[in-house]
């Protein structure tokens, strides 16, 4: 199987939770990475040239300071085309419409895209693949959902960033926990 070489554009940014690199294909935001994040683009596509004066560059980091100043904006003020295919597409959509400082289990997501899907159901853990391979971090805000027994488990940029992000909404977070080290 051949691997898509696409050019895609790049550039990083500063923000409260670490530097982030973006990604667009010119004219849609098709990734945001956390440095240090699981599947970071710069592992998944070939090239990423520089170019730092896109316009979808300027709306995402106006988009991004707005959130951190608790301006709550929503996923669908930006031109985004994350690439994935269409289960993953229905998860990340599915993500786009948790409220801000709300959280959801991948469960209750399983429960919605059987519905979509006119399905019985779908297993909670291919629901949990779909958002690990998220390529927009923060703006498909991954980091709302938990374990369906409060487990802060699962986000690709790392536990520590997921809990500042729930805290920063003002998310509910009794009843929630970090999941203990593997050998401890």
Known sequence: MKEDVKLLYSTTYNTPVGKVTLASDGENLVGLWLEGQKYHGNKIFARMEVKDDLPVFTATKNWIIRYFAKDKPVPGELPLAP????????????LCDIPNGKT??????????????????????????????NPLSIIIPCHRVVGSDGNLTGYAGGIDIKIKLLEHEGADMTGTFTPKKLGS
């Not at 690439?83 to 599915?94: L, P, S």
């Not at 429960?111 to 958002?131: D, E, F, T």
């Open 83 to 94: 690439i994935g295919g269409e289960f993953r597409q229905d998860v990340w959509q599915a």
């Open 104 to 133: 959801i289990t991948y469960g209750e997501i399983a429960k919605k895209i059987a519905a979509k899907r006119n399905r019985i159901n779908i297993a909670s853990q291919a629901v949990g693949g779909a958002v690990g391979h």
